[in-house]
């Protein structure tokens, strides 16, 4: 795409599109979402995409790749913007209890620790999950990639890479906040199709790293596989 508006506009149409294919065989439907400029954007982007009147999201789930653990309604939460663009302008169509958001840092309510988060959120995923796996099928899964090729909260040389299960809490964040829970290798590859959503200059670099097939632990955007579909969507 010729710029980060435009590819956010396309994501969006893309999203959109897979969506109601989706819907035409099976229901419901499972995304997981991403945040960041470009993530964020897109989703803004879906108010304004004709075809979103096609879509039951009455049978559309809403989940999240990695959240930064930080109280309900913070700005930087992965989900307060999500709320603020997207689901809070179709409220009306999106049942509260199809957003599956990561739980936030609430010490009085028992969410002390990012491990906490991390067993909580675990759980939630394994209720939608088929029988014997521990996590719904992702219909579809998208990604935003850091300068340092990172992706979800799992960033090179963290020990969160090798983290076994579905979710892991993420400790020492290169990337402000150094809080986050996030979903695991493991949880991300269950998805049947992983959009990969770059945008600007300084992801050019991480880029040519996953293409060139750097190792997981250099450039974990490199080496994260779908089970039927991985696309990479870029500007220029």
Known sequence: YPDADTLAAGTAA???TRITDVQSVTSPVHVVLTGGTVGTKTLAAIVNEPAAGAVDW??????????RFLVDGDPERNETGAREVFLSR???AIPEANIHQMPALDPEGGVATPEIAAELYAGELAEFAPDGVGVPEFD???LGVGPDGHIASLFPGNAALDASGTVVAVRDSPKPPPLRVSLTFDAI???RAIWLVPAGADKADAVASAWSGAPRKVT???SVRGTEETLWLVDV
């Open 90 to 92: 179709f409220a009306e």
């Open 189 to 191: 590859e269950a998805a």
């Open 140 to 142: 579809v899964l998208m």
């Open 14 to 16: 893309r999203l959109v």
């Open 58 to 67: 009455a049978q559309v789930h809403f989940w999240w790749g990695d959240e």
């Open 220 to 222: 974990p955007a490199g």
